[in-house]
């Protein structure tokens, strides 16, 4: 089925180092949806877009994370000079529109290990 | 960012039993929603509750919106074993949700 697909699935990567997590949102869906889930807890809001525009980027934990959606589809988490806190599964939702009334579904995430 | 509370932590039941979890915060929500996580996967929406005191079903499921809008509880009825993964509530803000901390189930055949 054409659901919300994340790659990498795993990523391993040394401290300091520069990683991108991308995101393929169910087609036709114009929200997509960023979060941060560490072991144990549950997902963190990170980052918003509708279309193209970042609607809402106040769950980015600091100015190391950055994401795009340059032609509204696919989106792409970058984060720079990594440290081992941030290790966790990032995981992409899209929805057909934004709000209430619209469920989010989720991919399976991409689990990033920082050493 | 703002977590709410779940409880219990971790549910050990036998096959057939009901169980209960709740979820409970500081904050008021205008919807609540209850999903499922499976191991590697993605959290699947089970239940959405929209208005303050609803009470839906979904199958073996039931789900209340507290009237404080500050809680809301599932129920699952006759447990089987594919019941079985984490559960997690979830509160919407403006344009986000704030996710419980989530109650794990065990369900012994």
């Known amino acids: 089925g054409a659901g919300v697909s994340q790659t990498p699935s795993n990523k391993v990567t040394e401290k300091g180092k520069y990683v991108e997590l991308r995101c393929d949102p169910i087609?036709?869906?114009?929200?997509l949806y960023w979060y941060r889930q560490s072991l144990g807890q549950g997902p963190e809001f990170l980052i918003y877009?509708?279309?193209?525009?970042?609607?809402?980027d106040s769950g980015l934990p600091n100015d190391r994370f950055f994401a795009v959606r340059p032609e509204g589809s696919v989106s792409t988490l970058k984060i720079q000079r990594t440290e081992r806190g941030d290790s966790a599964v990032y995981l992409c939702?899209?929805?057909?529109?934004?709000?209430?009334?619209?469920?989010?579904?989720f991919g399976p995430g991409t689990r990033l290990t920082v050493l | 960012g703002q977590q709410l509370n779940q409880s219990p932590q971790s549910m050990f039941i036998q096959e057939g039993e009901d169980v209960s979890m709740n979820c409970t915060s500081s904050?008021?929500?205008?919807?609540w929603l209850w999903y499922k996580q499976d191991p590697g996967e993605g959290p699947v929406l089970l239940i959405a509750?929209?208005?303050?005191?609803e009470l839906t079903s979904n199958g073996r499921l039931t789900a209340q919106f507290g009237i404080t809008r500050k809680d809301s509880f599932l129920n699952i009825s006759a447990s089987i074993p594919s019941d079985v993964g984490i559960y997690f509530c979830?509160?919407?803000?403006?344009?986000?949700?704030?996710f419980g901390t989530g109650t794990s189930l065990t369900v012994i055949p």
């Open positions: 939702a899209s929805s057909e529109l934004a709000g209430v009334y619209n469920e989010q579904f």
């Open positions: 877009f509708q279309g193209t525009g970042a609607a809402d």
């Open positions: 509750l929209y208005k303050a005191g």
């Open positions: 979830a509160g919407q803000g403006r344009n986000q949700f704030y």
């Open positions: 087609s036709g869906h114009t929200a």
């Open positions: 904050s008021i929500f205008n919807t």
